[in-house]
C-alpha cells in the first residue's frame, strides 16, 4: 500500500489552516488535481460529511467519494475516500501550534484494488509524491499570501 507523508510550515493560525483547508470548495485552489467538488462543499467538514472530488492524479482522470471518518477540528481529520475502479484511499489532516503559525502534516494511503494495478502504482509513486507536495507549497503560498 502507497503511503505519502508531507510536513509543512504555515505562517498562518491552526483553526484558520483547518478551515480552508477542510472546506472542499478550496481543495482546486491548493490542489492542481482537483478538478471540481459536490455536496458538502461549501463549508468545513464535519463528522460523517460526504463529497464528490473529481481529480487528476498521477496523470489519470478519477473519482473519489470521500467521507469524514475521525473529526477533532481544529487539530486533525481522516477522511476516507472510494475511489472509482474499486480502489480506496484515506488521508489524514494534522495540525499543531508552532512558532509563527502552524505545523501541518498530510499523510495519503492507498490501495489499488487487483494486483496488475498494484504494479502499475509503484510507477506512479514518485509522481503522486511530487504532487502532494507540490500542492502543500502552494496550500502554504495561498493561505500566506491571503493575510
Not at 35 to 62: I, N, T
Not at 90 to 99: E, G, H, S
Not at 126 to 134: N, P, T
Request: hydrophobic fraction near 40%; aromatic fraction near 8%; include cysteine.
Amino acid at each position: 500500500m502507497p503511503r505519502f507523508f508531507d510536513v509543512i510550515h504555515i505562517g498562518r493560525p491552526v483553526g484558520q489552516v483547518f478551515d480552508y483547508l477542510t472546506t472542499p470548495a478550496n481543495w482546486s485552489q491548493w490542489y492542481a488535481g482537483t478538478l471540481g467538488v459536490s455536496g458538502a462543499v461549501d463549508h468545513p467538514l464535519r463528522l460523517g460529511e460526504q463529497v464528490a472530488e473529481e481529480l487528476l492524479v498521477g496523470g489519470q482522470r478519477r473519482r473519489s467519494v470521500w467521507t469524514v471518518r475521525e473529526w477533532d477540528g481544529p487539530r486533525s481529520i481522516v477522511l476516507d475516500g472510494v475511489l472509482d475502479r474499486g480502489d480506496r484511499a484515506t488521508v489524514t489532516y494534522r495540525l499543531a501550534d508552532a512558532p509563527d503559525g502552524t505545523a501541518f502534516e498530510r499523510e495519503l494511503c492507498f490501495t489499488q484494488a487487483g494486483l496488475l494495478k498494484r504494479l502499475l502504482s509503484r510507477l506512479l509513486v514518485r509522481r503522486v509524491a511530487r504532487e502532494g507536495s507540490a500542492a502543500l507549497r502552494r496550500l502554504k503560498e495561498v493561505l500566506e499570501r491571503a493575510g
